[in-house]
């Protein structure tokens, strides 16, 4: 199948500093691909859709100015958590489907980044 | 909006036994269903899909699910779990033409041996 690899999958950083993660499509070319964030015993939630050379599609409640994501290319894309705080730390992962795929194709997830801000 | 419910947060079984895990959503429209696994330490993976068809779907791993349109339902089962089975389950939706996956939020599932 598909790879999506996500890194790095852990971090910690000090409060106020940003932290980018990376997240590529190896064997496929995605046009889209999906933020989400993992709480400890509680489901994904999405975040944003990232899409190719457009500005993301934020969830409500999600503050874009301090979740930046960028999609520069078919096989990259990136969320930057900016002046991180400690209720920042969680696990976020990502997600591409294929490009020529249609709304009902699988889609490949990242390992995860587990952030921890102190 | 939608929305997806799985009413089993933690389930623990012994080897050889069924498992069934419930599944509901909320979309008026069509749906594509998905179960994704994750095991420990690792990345969600894809159990198994319905996208139209024969509403009895087969995965990987001797899992099945069944699409019941009428009750918003698209439980998982297994008929003889193993202890490699434990894992958090996922089920998940999109609707209509829609990229957006909505989970729910996971069952957990211990198989002692």
């Known amino acids: 199948g598909a790879v999506v690899s996500q890194h790095p999958s852990r971090v910690i950083c000090k409060s106020g500093t940003s932290v980018k993660i990376e997240c590529r499509s190896l064997?496929?070319?995605?046009?889209?691909m999906f933020w989400y964030r993992q709480f400890p015993k509680k489901s994904l939630m999405l975040m944003a859709t990232?899409?190719?050379?457009?500005?993301?599609?934020?969830e409500q409640g999600v503050e874009k100015d301090k979740f930046l994501i960028n999609h520069a290319s078919l096989t990259l894309s990136t969320l930057t958590v900016t002046s991180a705080h400690p209720e920042d730390s969680s696990f976020y992962i990502c997600?591409?489907?294929?490009?020529?795929?249609?709304?009902?194709?699988?889609?490949?997830f990242g390992q995860g980044t587990r952030l921890t801000v102190v | 909006a939608q929305s997806v419910s799985q009413h089993n947060h933690h389930v623990i079984l012994s080897e050889a036994a069924s498992l069934e895990l419930g599944c509901n959503y909320s979309?008026?429209?069509?749906?594509?269903l998905f179960w994704y696994v994750q095991y420990p330490g690792q990345h969600l993976q894809l159990l198994l899909k319905?996208?139209?068809?024969?509403?009895l779907v087969k995965g990987i791993k001797g899992f099945e699910a069944e699409f019941i349109k009428s009750k918003f339902s698209f439980n998982l089962r297994k008929p003889s779990v193993q202890w490699s089975d434990t894992a958090e389950y996922f089920c998940a939706v999109n609707g209509g033409s829609s990229y957006k996956l909505i989970f729910g939020s996971g069952t957990r599932l211990l198989v002692r041996p």
């Open positions: 319905y996208f139209s068809g024969d509403p």
């Open positions: 979309y008026g429209g069509t749906v594509n």
């Open positions: 997600s591409a489907r294929d490009m020529l795929g249609q709304s009902n194709t699988e889609a490949f």
């Open positions: 064997d496929f070319q995605a046009t889209t």
């Open positions: 990232s899409n190719e050379g457009s500005k993301a599609t934020y």
